[in-house]
């Protein structure tokens, strides 16, 4: 075994390929093309157009896959009936909601997805809804969980599923097809090799281009004990379908055939999850026996299993579910006698002794696992004892610990996992994030909150952080248990109206990050723009350790910056819009002085429908599918620039009705933070309008071509508006008073782009003003005079009414206006509005060229 992954040999259970006849004449691979393929191979056989080596192929009667007979002592991949028990350490994958997968093959049987499949939200793994359930539990291990403790990470590979322009980095020939699985694929550093040539590469593994931008699995520590994958990595579970309903060979039964459904176990009636298999009609016991443990991919002797036949009526009768013992007859006979059964169960037959294998778990030792036979005599102690003599090892702080893989009874029994580890008596601790709970509270006053609505146990917790600004707190538990009730009760309660949210978060050990390392800190947020955002969590999970990858719709960017705290280098990704930008930035803001690298760089993948500031720092004017791994690329050769940030104090003086007390009480003033433009008037009421048509309708707004549409239509609506803003408005620039010309509309801009791109400001020169940038701590002042200088300006033809730049700002409402600020649209009443320079410049990268 290699790096306790798959061995390099293979035991596929072989027969002759259906197409061989005497001597098979064509390449094996051409028996899993399509159809139609297959039709025009036989004309051009029939026409002497291809021309072949005689000689024979086999075909795997379990997973599918064909070999030539001389290529069989070259052939590396083991089959799927044996890939499972191969693997030393099991890592469960991440499967996410069904989709379409064009051009994808399932891992487990090698056939094309063609129909409803998932795939693993952390590698490459594709498998069919119906193999689901035996799919290798060998994805890649991105944390510590208190028991390895690994410096050195060999390649994890992945066959199959890659592009057809693939080449193999050892023969340099081509190693994909979108016709069949094939080429192999290492999961961190996404070398390429061909599956007789991958033993060649080195084992060791260095995470390739990207080694600077990951965050090594061994400095991550997570333990997770009562938690799934998907909690780990904070990603949303959707409901799976219930595997086990095949209806592939439904229909298929011919006069001598007959379709059988197979119960693996107790396990399986209570659940009726069968699979279907087809055999003769004057099959034997033996054979289907055989049959049935092929379908639930069971690599072991038919001999030690026998079948149990059942009614539909008696399926579910608690008598014959929880049987243990056979029933049936075993003779050796054709299975049909007189009348067919509806349904059958595969049950193991009562010995006197098993053969178990039990791996050394962490302990550095230098083989995969001991074989031992055990009796109904044996105990743990006594097992223990033999395995550290055949090892050699005089320990005796060692305990015996078994993992079970899968959920039926029969692959239960067949893939318990038994591990003898070093008896630590280390300290559990489990951090939990827990935000949405009220802002500017106390410690004290978050221990009652949670006293009260969780029903948390103070002697098994404590507050590690508070971060009352956010209103949001860190649990450091002692327990698994309390842990996992508490993270599943959040999701589930509400504060003050607002809805909970929980998130486990890992432990990041600042002290092993190697030298050069500075992890790039990923935040996606999947509602940007035209949805795209699903799309990258998925590939930046894959191309990154999911760790680092974060969704900000599950509390926010808090979680992942609390995450990176300690972190002495690192640099953030945002992907989504202007809006999103500017939230990310707002939280940095406020938790700065928190963290050891207090002034990360802040790269934009723009998601949205303007993204101005992605275009002004050369990203492009959207996302539109690019390879996320030269993205990744780009931002790794970037070079940063500063831009200027600013506050805006709104101090409200119109009083409203308190909702609690009905007593009219003025609005408490409110910071926002800027980054761009900050607008009042026209431009903030068709922003408004976009708005309120995303909330009535946000399944619609899933194109960039769609939501200009609306803010067209928006703006259409109020052509003929008249708002007079000059006259319902007073500016101050630098304590001094500026007279405002005709104008619905007023813009303070900081960036050289507005409106999806266009120059608001202009590129005339004027002596009146001092040439734009965005690190001079200045802002430009512009008047637009309606909808159709808004639309002049955007195409080009025309620029704003230059009014006004300076450092410092005040604008009084005189009457309730429509407001927005980076996209954020609302309505402010008459009160006070500050505009100022809010502390350090953020430090943005820009590549070196144009993206798109």
């Given amino acids: 075994i290699v790096g306790g992954r798959i061995p390099l040999y293979t035991a596929h259970p072989l027969g002759p390929c259906p197409r061989a006849g005497s001597g098979c004449k064509q390449p094996p691979l051409i028996v899993q093309f399509r159809k139609w393929f297959l039709n025009i191979f036989d004309l051009l056989w029939k026409k002497k157009s291809l021309t072949f080596l ?52 399932c891992t487990v049987c090698r056939k094309q997805l063609e129909s409803l499949a998932f795939r693993c939200e952390v590698c490459e793994l594709h498998v069919h809804t119906d193999c689901l359930p035996f799919a290798c539990s060998d994805c890649r291990q991105c944390h510590q969980d208190g028991h390895q403790d690994h410096d050195t990470y060999h390649h994890h590979w992945r066959e199959g599923n890659l592009s057809s322009s693939a080449r193999c980095e050892v023969c340099k020939k081509t190693c994909g097809s979108s016709e069949v699985l094939s080429g192999m694929r290492c999961e961190w550093c996404g070398i390429l090799a061909h599956a007789s040539c991958y033993i060649i590469v080195p084992p060791e593994c260095t995470f390739g281009r990207l080694r600077n931008m990951i965050l090594p699995p061994n400095c991550v520590r997570l333990v997770s004990r009562n938690f799934s994958k998907m909690h780990c990595f904070r990603i949303s579970e959707s409901l799976q379908t219930e595997p086990g309903k095949d209806s592939e060979n439904a229909g298929n039964e011919t006069p001598c055939k007959q379709t059988l459904k197979i119960f693996d176990g107790n396990d399986a009636v209570k659940r009726n999850q069968f699979r279907l298999i087809s055999v ?35 399926l579910f009768s608690d008598d014959i579910i929880n049987r243990n013992d056979a029933t049936e007859e075993t003779n050796p006979g054709p299975v049909f006698r007189e009348a067919v059964p509806e349904a059958w169960i595969i049950r193991a037959k009562s010995k006197d002794h098993e053969v178990i294998r039990i791996y050394p778990g962490w302990l550095k030792v230098g083989m995969a696992y001991i074989s031992l036979r055990i009796d109904k005599e044996s105990t743990t102690q006594t097992v223990i004892k033999e395995v550290l003599r055949l090892l050699g090892r005089q320990v005796s702080n060692i305990k015996l610990i078994s993992i079970s893989l899968c959920f039926t009874s029969i692959r239960q029994m067949n893939q318990t996992r038994f591990y003898i580890v070093e008896n630590n008596k280390s300290v559990v601790r489990v951090n939990l994030f827990v935000g949405g709970l009220p802002p500017q509270l106390s410690a004290e006053e978050y221990t009652n909150i949670l006293k009260d609505d969780l029903a948390i146990k ?137 963290l050891v690298c207090s002034e990360p760089s802040v790269a934009i993948l723009p998601l949205g429908t303007g993204n101005d500031l992605g275009r002004v720092l050369r990203w492009g004017a959207g996302y539109s599918g690019e390879d996320p791994y030269s993205i990744l690329i780009s931002i790794d050769e970037a070079d940063d620039v500063l831009m200027d940030r600013w506050t805006i104090l709104l101090d409200a003086q119109e009083a409203v009705e308190s909702a609690e007390n009905g007593i009219l009480e003025p609005d ?25 048509a995303r909330e009535e309708e946000p399944g619609k707004f899933n194109s960039r071509f769609h939501n200009k549409g609306v803010y067209v239509k928006v703006g259409l609506q109020r052509i003929n508006h008249t708002r007079n803003l000059h006259k319902e408005i007073k500016l101050q620039v630098d304590q001094h008073e500026v007279e405002l010309p005709s104008i619905e509309g007023l813009i303070f801009i900081n960036i050289p782009s507005w409106g999806s791109g266009a120059d608001l ?78 502390g350090p410049k953020v430090s943005l990268p820009r590549p070196l060229a144009f993206l798109h």
């Fill in 458 to 594: 103070t002697n098994l917790l404590s507050l590690s952080h508070v971060y009352s600004v956010q209103g949001a707190v860190v649990l450091e538990m002692s327990c698994f248990s309390e842990a996992e009730r508490i993270y599943m009760l959040a999701k589930d309660t509400t504060v003050n109206d607002k809805q909970l949210t929980a998130a486990v978060i890992p432990e990041v050990l600042h002290t092993k990050l190697p030298q050069n390392c500075c992890p790039l800190l990923v935040f996606v947020n999947p509602k940007s723009g035209g949805l795209k955002g699903r799309d990258l969590l998925y590939s930046f999970r894959k191309l990154l350790n999911p760790h680092q990858v974060f969704e900000l719709t599950n509390g926010g960017p808090l979680p992942g910056f609390h995450t990176f705290s300690q972190v002495p280098y690192f640099r953030v990704l945002v992907c989504g819009g202007d809006g999103t930008v500017g939230w990310v930035l707002g939280a940095l803001e406020e938790i700065r002085h928190m």
């Fill in 761 to 838: 400001w202009g590129s005339d020169h004027d002596n009146r003003f001092e040439k734009p940038r965005i690190d001079d701590g200045l802002l430009e002042v512009v008047g637009v005079t309606g909808v159709v200088h808004m639309g002049q300006v955007q195409s080009g033809l025309r620029s704003g009414i230059r009014i006004a730049q300076g450092a410092y700002f005040r604008v009084t409402l005189l009457k309730p206006t429509p407001v927005q600020v980076d996209g954020e649209p609302w309505i402010q009443p008459p009160g006070q509005m500050i505009i100022s320079v809010a």
């Fill in 54 to 105: 005689k000689h024979s192929c086999f075909i795997s009667t379990v997973c599918n896959f064909m070999s030539h007979e001389k290529c069989l002592k070259h052939v590396k991949i083991p089959c799927s009936c044996i890939a499972s028990s191969l693997v030393r350490i099991p890592v469960a994958h991440c499967f996410g909601p069904p989709g379409h997968y064009k051009r994808k093959f």
């Fill in 668 to 692: 408490p003033p409110k910071i926002v933070q800027m980054n761009n433009y900050c607008g009042l008037g026209i431009d903030a009421e068709l922003s408004l309008g976009f708005h309120h």
């Fill in 280 to 314: 003769p009609r004057i099959a034997k016991s033996e054979e289907v026996v055989e049959a049935a443990l092929r379908a639930y991919y069971v690599n072991d002797d038919q001999q030690h299993y026998e079948l149990q036949t059942f009614s539909q009526q008696t």
